[in-house]
């Protein structure tokens, strides 16, 4: 049987407070992730960050310019949140991103036309939510993890509570024998071929354009 692959996924950074305590679990623990950036939070020291992610063998992705309600933004203004994203990640990893995560996951057809990207959603635990502890947060993720998952998680400035968590999270699943990847690299071992106008939470599932 091979061994099940789930790729973590941390948005809102870059910082230099929570991004390196989540850099310093994975170096740790020998994992990667996969980091979606919001452009205005890329500061020269935030950008150092980016950088020894990539070096840890990490990707960078799209999360957006500004995580604004983009299905509310004319076709113009989404290319430009993008676009204005993707140029900073260009400029400091000199790769283009390959997945975009919609702020909010709220999406529409006019994102799916003017968006050359993937679409990735993610299996969540709210731990966007201050109230929601370190150990919810772990168990959650614990209790749903699956074989292709991409998990759901953010590295924002205050986010303490999904460090914490992260301590129990990624020694748990390596001991449940889990590998962790990438995005790009769920999708290419798995042999999936990303179809464009769907969500993806599982390499292995699609949810349907709204």
């Not at 950036?37 to 935030?46: D, F, G, K, M, R």
């Not at 799209?62 to 990640?89: P, W, Y």
């Not at 390596?174 to 464009?196: D, I, M, N, S, W």
């Amino acid at each position: 049987m091979s061994q099940p692959m789930i790729a973590l996924t941390f948005d809102d950074g870059p910082n230099t407070v929570i991004t390196p305590l989540v850099l310093d679990i994975l170096k740790e623990n020998d994992a990667v992730g996969t980091f979606f950036l919001i452009a205005q939070n890329i500061t020269p020291e935030s950008a150092e960050m980016v950088r020894r992610a990539v070096a840890q063998g990490c990707d960078i992705e799209n999360h957006s310019l500004t995580h604004g309600f983009m299905d509310k933004m004319t076709a113009e203004e989404i290319r430009a949140e993008v676009k204005a994203c993707t140029e900073q990640i260009v400029a400091i990893t000199g790769r283009e991103p390959q997945f975009f995560r919609p702020p909010f996951i709220a999406v529409n057809q006019t994102m799916y036309d003017n968006i050359d990207y993937t679409f990735i959603c993610g299996a969540g635990c709210e731990d966007w939510v201050p109230t929601v502890s370190a150990e919810e947060r772990a168990e959650r993720v614990l209790a749903n993890a699956e074989d292709g998952q991409i998990v759901l998680l953010h590295d924002m400035q205050w986010n303490m509570n999904t460090v914490e968590a992260l301590k129990t999270i990624v020694p748990e699943l390596k001991k449940r024998g889990y590998r962790f990847v990438t995005c790009a690299q769920l999708f290419a071992e798995a042999g999936v071929t990303p179809v464009h106008g769907r969500l993806y939470s599982n390499v292995y599932q699609t949810i349907d354009r709204p």
